[in-house]
């Protein structure tokens, strides 16, 4: 079981960090947080940009978890996965730096 956890938790962090920008996309919008200033910001935004650094933080742990992998082939499809998907996470999230908050 420990095997499928692995070499899965790179994708589905990236899946789960998706997922949970694009529902705070949704729920910001809706409860009016692109109107609420904060430091010169507005409050989506730093709810959006503080989670996507979170989910990317989560990824470089991860990846630095799968060094715990055992040798060989288990090894190589964790690294592998975890690299995809901290990847994944950080280029499917800039968009919240850049973005308008609301259309």
Do not use: D, N, Q
């Not at 990317?56 to 995809?84: M, Q």
């Amino acid at each position: 079981m420990m095997f499928l956890a692995r070499i899965s938790a790179g994708l589905l962090l990236w899946a789960f960090g998706f997922s949970l920008l694009y529902a705070l996309h949704g729920f910001g919008c809706e409860s009016g947080w692109h109107e609420i200033r904060i430091a010169g910001s507005t409050l989506f935004r730093w709810v959006m940009v503080s989670t996507w650094i979170l989910l990317s933080a989560a990824g470089a742990i991860l990846i630095w978890w799968t060094r715990t992998a055992s040798v060989g082939f288990e090894k190589r499809l964790s690294l592998a996965s975890s690299v995809v998907g901290c990847a994944a996470t950080v280029i499917t999230g800039v968009p919240v730096t850049i973005a308008s908050a609301c259309v």
